[in-house]
Nanobody, 124 residues
Framework: QVQLVESGGGLVQPGGSLTLSCAASARTFNDYAVAWFRQPPGKERQFVAAIDRTRRKMAYLESAKDRFAIYRDNAKNTVYLQMNSLKPEDTAVYYC?????????????????WGQGTQVAVSS
């Protein structure tokens, strides 16, 4: 069992940056792959980025690949999502999720543990 708490969301102007944090409670956090998903208003939850437990494998939503970076600090039980060059279409509630497997990292069905989400709004 692992509990996840997101933070770092807020209102930012287009072109700005934010770094989201996902803090995990489990002492075995190193055993989990972690992903970020987002849910724009009125839309389905979509994959954004994922990182495996070794930090050697990462995956990204195509539109985020050149602007976002996912990384983790296993000593701090925390995964981060650095978001640069933000656009209004990045506006969403961002969730982190954890899984024992990195198989199909963009499939939300593979993630058993979810945080409560943090709101990101990109607007001038």
């Amino acid at each position: 069992q692992v509990q996840l708490v997101e933070s770092g969301g807020g209102l930012v102007q287009p072109g700005g940056s934010l770094t989201l944090s996902c803090a995990a409670s489990a002492r075995t956090f190193n055993d989990y792959a972690v992903a970020w998903f987002r849910q724009p208003p009125g839309k389905e939850r979509q994959f954004v980025a994922a990182i495996d437990r070794t930090r050697r494998k990462m995956a990204y939503l195509e539109s985020a690949k050149d602007r976002f970076a996912i990384y983790r600090d296993n000593a701090k039980n925390t995964v981060y999502l650095q978001m640069n060059s933000l656009k209004p279409e990045d506006t969403a509630v961002y969730y982190c999720a954890a899984s024992h497997t990195y198989s199909q990292p963009d499939n939300k069905e593979n993630y058993a543990y979810w945080g409560q989400g943090t709101q990101v709004a990109v607007s001038s």
